[in-house]
T-cell receptor, first 112, second 109 residues
Framework: DMKVTQMPRYLIKRMGENVLLECGQD?????MYWYRQDPGLGLQLIYI???????SEGDIPKGYRVSRKKREHFSLILDSAKTNQTSVYFC???????????FGSGTRLLVI | GDQVEQSPSALSLHEGTGSALRCNFT?????VQWFQQNSRGSLINLFY???GTKENGRLKSTFNSKESYSTLHIRDAQLEDSGTYFC???????????FGGGTRLTVRP
């Protein structure tokens, strides 16, 4: 079954703690993405990864960094989480070039 | 930057009826993807179009790149169609999908 898997599904962290969100895909897609969704809004792009160690900032990269050491894994890291980073984070993947996205089920992060 | 304007923002339908959702783009887009976000928050891929029209069951989507819009038609709406529908479009420059603000659809008995 081709899918994008995100872990964990739910996470509560205190302000200032480090946060690691993990994403995996089993479709050998070259391109992977991290988005966040806030209440009543669409999704905003944080980072794109075009392949291993080939990452680019999206529209709202401030406060985040990413790591892609294997094609099938893409991590989002929050160093010193802030309350305004409370959100639902979605990972997605696609083939390079014109191709549809497959999204994971999301990670709901609460920073208190 | 690229803008994706989605309308209406909210829609209420009685079971068995239908309607259309629309997305307008402020720049030339090369592809559009439609998603349903269900009650659990998962994004379900409905359609991916680089041009023309696709149909799947009670759903039909059209993408007109030249006139910068896409539509999603729902017919014979069912209760399980309730949720938020998003369109997202990819421009000619790269891989990024830009999302519209969504249409919250409520289907009533």
């Amino acid at each position: 079954d081709m899918k994008v898997t995100q872990m964990p599904r739910y996470l509560i962290k205190r302000m200032g703690e480090n946060v690691l969100l993990e994403c995996g895909q089993d479709m050998s897609h070259e391109t992977m993405y991290w988005y966040r969704q806030d209440p009543g809004l669409g999704l905003q792009l944080i980072y794109i990864s075009y392949d291993v160690d080939s990452n680019s900032e999206g529209d709202i990269p401030k406060g985040y960094r990413v790591s892609r050491k294997k094609r099938e894994h893409f991590s989002l890291i929050l160093d010193s989480a802030k309350t305004n980073q409370t959100s639902v984070y979605f990972c997605a993947s696609s083939l390079a070039g014109a191709s549809d996205y497959t999204f994971g089920s999301g990670t709901r992060l609460l920073v208190i | 930057g690229d803008q994706v304007e989605q309308s209406p923002s909210a829609l209420s339908l009685h079971e068995g009826t239908g309607s259309a959702l629309r997305c307008n783009f402020t720049t030339t887009m090369r592809a559009v993807q439609w998603f349903q976000q269900n009650s659990r928050g998962s994004l379900i891929n409905l359609f991916y179009l680089a041009s023309g029209t696709k149909e799947n069951g009670r759903l039909k989507s059209t993408f007109n790149s030249k006139e910068s819009y896409s539509t999603l038609h729902i017919r014979d709406a069912q209760l399980e169609d309730s949720g938020t529908y998003f369109c997202a479009a990819r421009n000619n420059a790269g891989a990024k999908l830009t999302f519209g603000g969504g249409t919250r659809l409520t289907v009533r008995p």
